[in-house]
């Protein structure tokens, strides 16, 4: 999907780390909401209460998932999933461009 129709952008961004990661967060009519961003080349540690989807949509990282002793490599076009109530590290190598959608408990 290249782009969302009908829905709401809330106007403050999302700055983390000093402005080198910033998002903006998009609310849908069905409640369910995501934030598109970008960060600039670093090494970052997040942490999250909602499970999330990352969708990578240019650049490139590396990212270690909660649980895991490996770093994964993760491109423009990839996609990872990270659980509830989780912390994970990311190594950004380039500016990356990303779309992350917060997945509600059922």
Request: one cysteine or more.
């Amino acid at each position: 999907m290249n782009q969302f129709d009908n829905v709401s952008i809330v106007k403050a961004a999302n700055i983390y780390f000093d402005g080198k990661v910033t998002s903006r967060t998009v609310l849908f009519a069905d409640g369910t909401r995501k934030t598109l961003g970008i960060m600039l080349p670093g090494d970052y540690d997040f942490g999250t209460a909602e499970a999330e989807i990352m969708e990578i949509t240019a650049g490139e990282m590396l990212v270690l998932l909660p649980g895991k002793t490996e770093w994964e490599k993760v491109v423009g076009g990839q996609t990872f999933n990270v659980p509830a109530n989780s912390r994970f590290k990311l190594q950004v190598k380039t500016v990356a461009d990303y779309c992350c959608s917060y997945v509600k408990a059922i």
